[in-house]
């Protein structure tokens, strides 16, 4: 089913790889802006086969466009990922040495916690104790905020979670750091993170999973050992699509584009020569 | 390597690891195992007629070459995802080495790469230090599709800096641009929203992406900086586009700057 390579993939891989991630429906917006713009052949709902033709290319330079799945609303998203990388080693060239020991840091918390999330006070606690070199609360805060920017974390409340991004990216790392700590959900059988778990079993899923699986029963039982399901089930219908207004850019193109943003247009108004 | 977390020293390692890991090291700004004791001069590449390249190629293994060739690659994309320009020094420090004699056709193989897979091209921007960046060979589209984030923010950013530059005669100093940004709301000490410190942005990261060129002003005290467009600047727009966002800002045709309009014209 070998595609031929063309611009139209070239550009996709382009905006991809800027992006980092893409939620499943701006990758497909992303595939239909690509065809059109290229004036290659638009074939609808075949995003995948899309982007197998671009991993047929991307394989010998142990790289990959992988589909994951996000914890939170339980949709899928593409990003780009590196393979040759079995650690963090993907992380090590943007940041420092005491920032990447913060950051492993930060997983452990994360993965031993209940819930997936470790508070900002225990992080902060935690940046006072690095081996490498010692941070400050202050410099501590504001590395966190690049590992969110970076889409390594994610923040909710204070607390921090690993981002989707992340999730993909080092889950063979994770699985094999933390054999018997890290989760994997009983339903789709990848690392999981944030999961709700039987009391009785441990037995333990995604939360888009959970509402998965539990649609159609009345009185949620456990897979395994069929013990009333303690938890609410997240109801899959709620969660608002804020992806609709994003739009896609030029990652190598004409900064001057950039300007008709509203953002700056508002603002460049203002200029007086 | 299950239940084994690699110690930092180790991390800093290896076949991939090795070029991965210079950014880190140049911010802790202490050497490591891995850039001292390199004797050999890695900014000189020995020039080579063809048949020595053929005869040096076959030195070497197929698999050996396109090992290089792949990490050459993931190195340039690494570095200019961050818009950092690529040293020819740092490429034969930290990817090509020893396979030093085969140089030229382990980037030709990867710039090949780079065009069939990405699209994208090396562009040398200071031929005197040999410093490239990568830019798309891909047609551009008109900007009706932008992301809506910081890095769209620092670029209108940056595109306000060039015009007024542009405007004032391709130089302009420094508190004349900040007076300009102050009138935006956007001042050197002040944290703003977007932006952060728009100083060190402005300063720093600009200049180092060859955006900008900021050069003292000599013998003023306090020091004085001018601003002045960057090589990438250059190649990644031109004052004719840069004449044109300002006429849409200001509403009239780009000719009633009589002398940048000219000089725009020129300049293609």
Known sequence: MAAQMSDAHRRFLQVLM???IMEGAEARKLHRCCCEISKAYYAQDKLDDFVSTINNQLQPLFMQIRKGMSEVDGRTHYA????????????????????????RKTMDLIILSENGFASSTDILNSADQLKTKKMKKKEAEQVLKIFVDDKWLSERNGEYTLHTRCIMEMEQYILSTYPDIAKKCNICH?????????????????????????????????????????????????????????????????????LYKEVILETATKMKW | MA???????????????????????????????????????????????????????????????NRKVTELVQFLLVKDQKKIPIKRVDILKKVIREYKDVYSEIVNRAGRTLQQVF?????????????????????????ENLKQDIQTAKLGLLIVILSFIFMKGNSAKDSAVWEFLRRLRVHPGEKHEVFGDVKKLVMEEFVRQKYLEITPIPLTDPPEFNFQWGPRAAKETSKKDILSFVAKMQKKEPSFWISQYNEAKANT
């Open chain 1, 18 to 20: 800027s992006h980092g």
């Open chain 2, 3 to 65: 239940g084994r977390r690699l110690p930092a020293a180790e991390i800093w390692g290896r076949f991939n690891g090795c070029w991965r890991h210079w950014m880190s090291q140049r911010k802790r700004s202490r050497g490591s195992g891995l850039t001292q004791g390199d004797d050999e001069d890695f900014s000189v590449v020995p020039t080579q007629s063809p048949s020595q390249v053929q005869r040096n190629l076959e030195s070497r293994s197929q698999e050996e070459i």
């Open chain 1, 80 to 103: 780009l990922v590196n393979m040759a990388e079995t650690e963090i080693t993907k992380m090590a060239s943007d940041y420092a040495e005491n920032e990447l020991e913060l950051f």
């Open chain 1, 190 to 258: 990848s690392l999981a993170i944030q999961s709700q778990a039987c009391e009785t079993c441990g037995t333990g899923m995604h939360l888009p999973c959970v509402g998965k699986y539990f649609k159609t029963q009345s009185r949620p039982r456990c897979p395994q050992c069929n013990d009333f399901w303690p938890y609410e089930i997240p109801d899959r219908s709620r969660i608002d699509s804020q992806s609709s207004s994003r739009r896609i850019i030029e990652p190598y193109g004409d900064p001057t584009d950039a």
């Open chain 2, 119 to 143: 699209g994208l091209q090396m562009v040398e921007i200071d031929t005197k230090h040999h410093i490239y960046i990568l830019t798309s060979t891909l047609p551009r589209v008109e900007g």
